[in-house]
Nanobody
Framework: VQLQASGGGLVQPGGSLRLSCAAS????????IGWFRQAPEKEREWVSY????????YFADSVKGRFTISRDSAKNTVYLRMNSLKPEDTAVYYC????????????????WGQGTLVTVSS
């Protein structure tokens, strides 16, 4: 069972990135998938999740209206599309999976990817 986060990089303020969270060893459709981020010297912060049952999506206030989350069942992958990026979005982004409905609490998640670095800077 493995999650692989990818798609990070350096982007200018106002730019966009799409992060991917690919699963191996299990089917993502049966899991809620969350995205978290951690900036240097800061606590891990919940960003978004997509529920396991009905595909409902939820976002932290800091990213609402700029980020979207989606599933591609055929590719067993969840995406986090990030638009209008700001310097304060700079962090290592992690995806995680849980068998519950989904939540913003990291301890509810059973499986974690290794993280991908997003740097927003001019």
């Amino acid at each position: 069972v493995q999650l692989q986060a990818s798609g990070g990089g350096l982007v200018q303020p106002g730019g966009s990135l799409r992060l991917s969270c690919a699963a191996s060893g299990f089917t993502l459709d049966y899991y809620a998938i969350g995205w978290f981020r951690q900036a240097p010297e800061k606590e891990r912060e919940w960003v978004s999740y997509i529920s396991s049952s009905d595909g409902s999506t939820y976002f932290a206030d800091s990213v609402k209206g700029r980020f979207t989350i989606s599933r591609d069942s055929a590719k067993n992958t969840v995406y986090l599309r990030m638009n209008s990026l700001k310097p304060e979005d700079t962090a290592v982004y992690y995806c995680a999976a849980q068998r519950g409905y989904g939540s913003g609490w990291p301890y509810d998640y059973e499986y974690w990817g290794q993280g991908t670095l997003v740097t927003v800077s001019s």
